[in-house]
């Protein structure tokens, strides 16, 4: 929940992205671009190491990125995504003669660390349509969901993103900040630098200028690292509000200023103290010889159950993990750090763990308006289980995150991840020895040059992504969220008390009419 | 022995069921007992399929080297080596019914051979068996306890109470609570003994002759005069047989018979996808967990006439390189043991049929489901009250499916089925290395937290709708009957 630090995530996810990630074009290029690549040079005289095509539309989306920001040296006037369309359009000519050099380009000295690439804006909707030339789509199930791919460098992000958010994207789609509340503060933080250096242009006032041309480009670069969490869009909806809200007389520094301390109050009231009182009531859910079950990793669960602790109630926790992203290791970690008995199971596990179990505290992602609990994906299951078991589910959620949208199932509304994420590296090793038995097509298609004799030699982690990737009919799902059915929750802590699933929307309405 | 651990030195092979079946036909009995009996301790040979497959060739073995022709000795050398068998590796529990069905085959040969000649003291034996039930209600109490006396799991063994229908739900959740009643237990055991319950109606006649078949385990282990008496009445008949008889060959026999139990083995997934057409429809979502060559091959089967979508689910952390290699290749062993078994074209993956594989986390279970259609589960063991011993995160799949009123659908051959009831799930449940979930190199995370990996779940029966085996399809709650049919009472405690 710290302030994002510019520095090595920014680095590190840089370097990999040539390595793992396609290559992000920008939209605009490829709208342009595909109608044209008939006429022009074709790929030919590149280098053809990788996927020729590939390669060098990361080369053209690099030096057009570095182009747009050097015209772009000037203050914003209109909207970015139109600025980028047509220069790119300008650029392609250029970028294609020069793209060879692209990458051994020094970097210019205007440069800051944290920003090594220039940004170029990415149409979202063009890019999911391009993704999926490469790339299958989750069909079936997810086809209807964004899937466009993360962004895991800056390079794809329009001008005028502000470091610290880029910084912050990063750390978004790296998981290193991850958890709604945190995202949630993290964001909040990081748009504080970006009002405090925004400078209100002539002719038109920060109330009606400051939104359209400063914060839009900021969360229009957050959403494409990762889709915006709900308490996100409630925060960005309420700091929208406060800033269209300003008297247009107000002097420019008060108008940042009250905007700064408005923020403050709104993580205080909102999470800080929020959390404070939701730690008080749910510390007394829970009593002496409790053994209390909670899933993946929430930030307020943790402070309850350490909290629980140092107030000396003796219980034991029991934590229920899932992969991949394992959030719950550090939560059981943490939990034993402080002393407390802690036990671990995996998802699999669940049903053993659910009776052990006495009480399920679990952290929301979001409320929804119909009582449903939007959470990290494999919470309905464990609540189901535990519900079946008769246990108390407690959801512990400030009612910042409380939402008045309603979902019925987990696919409708969802967030979509890589689905080479649920393969870790010790998984993609143990999955080698199958190559000599792999379907012969599957090889070929990949155009595999080694043959089959030194192949399980020569086969690397790496490939077994492509195999999943190359494969006919398969694939691998990964969301990041489900919905939980209000009837197995039988209590939500918010900071205005104790309430039923059912009475979220009224205390959404009241938290959101206040004002 | 030797020469089979020479042999795995120069090829590097890990032991396993290949090299055991190898070694067997070189290797004396006893030693291969021992070989065997290690195998299954060090997990070497695991999971149901190669467990039945080393059994029955290692009590083909037992038998043929048997001396003699006393039915009686057969048996108790078949028990005693059931017996070390069971107790090396209780979880197994697929090892005890191959024991228990070779018994069985055992005293069908014997029964055979009874039938032909006059059953004059049928109607006496009848009787008796109807005046003893009182007593031995008031005894049953004693079964789980003989039956822990050599095994450490506490099962209640399927008693002739329990077989009956209506007492089924009772009896699963309740088993050792309902012995304490014995108002109930007296009215259910004398249904149970009026009717020879566990015998198919058609052989209502020709079976009465054996003694008390319901009620021979209690005998057996009674400390009571009538119960001491009836089991002497057993032995004696048994001993009968050992008589010379010119017409029945005992021993070939019974390796008939255990051949015919291997074929069975060989045949089950075959007979299981025969009947795949029958349940899977066009268009359907299907999903399904681990690795499992029986429910691949039933929905390669059914993939040969339908277009379908397939879901599966990894089972993380124990079989999802299995489940990896399954979905990719059609295999999920890929180390050893496919030589043996290689059938060529029938390692196909069902990506390779046209079918669409969606493989997902074990935590996506919940929100895919209202979008899948049928589940399809692979089985460990299947227990007598229609519950079952599956892959880890089976539990949750099948409840999920229970909630969102999918059909769960259990793929099992014949040889899974057991004749235990559950009276305490937990001892069923093997539990795992815990540096698959959390890698030991993760030393003070592993220090300061315990952490679980069980490697089963138990799925009561409530929340399975259809059994598929390579008898076809049944209701969870016909199960009981099935084990009836394929297992004597007088067996059910090895």
Redesign the interface.
Known sequence: MSEPVAGNPVQASDTTNGASAPPPETGATNGSQTPSSAGAPAPGPEPKKLSAAELKKQKQAEKQARRAQAKAAGPPETNPREISAKESQKQVKDSKQASKDGKSKPTPPWRRPSQPTVPVFKDAKKEAKDSTQGKKLPGLFFGHLYTERREHSVTGATKGVHPAVLALGLQYSSYEICGSTARLVAMLLAFKPVIETYETPEGTSLARHFISHQLSPQIDYLRSCRPLSVGMSNAIRWLKDVIIKIDPATAEEDAKRDILSSIDDFIRDRVTVADKLIEEYGEKKIEDGDVILTYAASSIVEKTLIRAHKAGRSFSVIVVDSKPLFEGKRLARKLAYHGLSVKYFLITGASHAVKQASKVFLGAHAMMSNGRLYSRVGTAGVAMLAHAQSLPVIVLCESVKFTERVALDSIVGNELAPAEELLSESERKDMLPLKPYLPSGLLARLGAPEGEGDGEKRAEPGDVVKWIEGAENLQMLQVLYDVTPAEYIDIVVTEHGSLPPTSVPVVQFMSTDKK | MARDMAQAAVTIVTPGLSTFLKSLKTTPVEPSIENFISLLKRRQIRNSRPCAIATTALLHRVVGEFKGRDAGKLIERIREVGRRLVSAQPHEVVVGNIVRRVLGLVREVVDDSKDSETNANSEIAQISQQEQSPSQSAHRPNLSSTISSFSPLKHAAAEPGQLHASRQSEATSESRELLKRPMLSHSYTSIAAGVPMSHSLFGLFSYQDTPSASNTPTGHHSPTGKGGALTSHNLEKLADFSKPNARVDLKAEVMDGIRELQDELEQSDEQIASNALDHIHSNE?ILTHTASTSVQRFLLNAARKRKF?VVHAE????D??AT??I?????KR??EEHDDDDEGSS?K????A???????????????M??VNKVILATHTVLANGGLIA???A??IA??AK?HQTPVVVISGMYKLSPLYPSDTDEL?EYGDAGS???FEDG??VD???????LY??VPADLVSLYITNLGGHAPSYLYRIVADHYRQEDITL
């Open positions: 979502i979508t089972t993380h952390p124990h999802h390189t990896h290699g979905v990719l290749t059609g295999r890929y180390n390692w993956p069902l990506i390779a046209g079918i669409e594989v969606y493989v997902i986390p074990d935590s996506h279970v919940f929100a895919i209202s979008r892959a880890a995160g539990a949750m409840r999920a909630e449940i979930v959390v890698p003070e995370f300061r937290v315990d952490v679980e990996n069980p779940d138990y």
